[in-house]
């Protein structure tokens, strides 16, 4: 066995420790019974309803990327992107092991479009940072109109400059190419997050929760960076550690918030499943490519 594979398979078991750990510690602070409890008593047709937004959420995701990928010179069809990034998902969540389902991507846009892996890691890198950037700004404004008092909150708007300005300043420095799309690449990715947040509401509303809806979606968001950061598997036990310590320095119910996170979770999980379809029907052998027939794009 290689060294690299050795490290890959070392990276991994550590992130699944982190993700293990981090899960039975929260899971040794909050009364798991509850947790059922709320399942149990959840309204199936918000819950419904939470699938289709966060599904949304993807579709729109799929159509930011392809934004990426067209600017540095790969052009997919809209359905050959999505059935491509749906196979990302599936890779990302249930195989994290190799290179992963973003690393896939890079490959196979690479390989059938031949416009350069360092353009294509680009465009992943920053589909990546356009979407924590957008939640960066949602999460602020979600301050705002929470309940929620921190020293200094009202600099708050601060960060507004901050996140976008240091946004602008990365593509800028490291990706030109980029820069002249930065307007609508939010906008997919304002869209898309605001369409998760509407799943995460109707999680709430599934579990009869009326009260400080936006100080739970204010905490959503601050696991979505954690969720983001690649210790885990999957974002597993990042998240669902920052909805504990959020819930309990915020004075939310740390069960409800656990159950938010968990179901997220789930929902993300069966959306995901359904990826493994282009896995054995590859999406450019569907639309009739082979490995010869390769179209390169100037």
């Known amino acids: 066995m290689e060294k690299k594979q050795i490290k890959k398979i070392g990276i991994n078991l550590l992130k699944l420790v982190i993700s293990a750990g981090a899960i039975a510690w929260v899971l040794s602070k909050i009364s798991f019974r509850e947790v059922l409890h709320i399942f149990g008593q959840s309204a199936p047709g918000y819950l419904l309803l939470a699938l289709l937004f966060f599904v949304l959420s993807k579709v729109l995701a799929a159509f930011r990327l392809n934004l990426l990928f067209r600017e540095s010179g790969?052009?997919?069809?809209?359905?050959?992107?999505?059935?491509?990034?749906?196979?990302?998902?599936?890779?990302?969540?249930?195989?994290?092991?190799?290179?992963g389902g973003d690393g896939y991507k890079i490959y196979l846009v690479n390989k059938f479009r031949q416009n350069g892996l360092k353009k294509n890691f680009g465009a992943v890198v920053i589909d990546r940072v356009s979407g924590l950037v957008a939640i960066g700004l949602i999460t602020i404004t979600l301050y705002f109109f929470s309940a929620?008092?921190?020293?200094?909150?009202?600099?708050?708007?601060v960060g507004y400059f901050l996140v976008y300005g240091g946004f602008l300043l990365l593509l800028k420095l490291f990706f030109p190419l980029l820069l002249r799309i930065h307007l609508p690449l939010t906008g997919w990715s304002l869209a898309l997050q605001l369409a998760q947040l509407l799943s995460a509401l109707f999680i709430l509303l599934a579990f009869h929760q009326q009260a400080n809806l936006v100080d739970y979606l204010f905490l959503f968001f601050l696991s979505s960076v954690a969720a983001a950061l690649p210790i885990t598997i999957g974002g597993a036990g990042a998240r669902e550690l920052v909805f504990l310590y959020g819930s309990q320095q915020l004075g939310l119910a740390s069960d409800l918030s656990i159950a938010l996170s968990f179901m997220f979770y789930l929902i993300t999980a069966f959306a995901s499943l359904w990826g493994i379809v282009w896995v054995f029907r590859p999406p450019f052998r569907e639309e009739g490519e082979t490995d010869e027939a390769t179209e390169p794009v100037s």
């Open 148 to 157: 929620i008092q921190i020293p200094y909150g009202q600099w708050a708007w």
């Open 74 to 99: 790969a052009h997919l069809s809209w359905w050959l992107n999505l059935k491509l990034y749906w196979m990302g998902m599936f890779y990302n969540l249930f195989l994290p092991g190799g290179i």
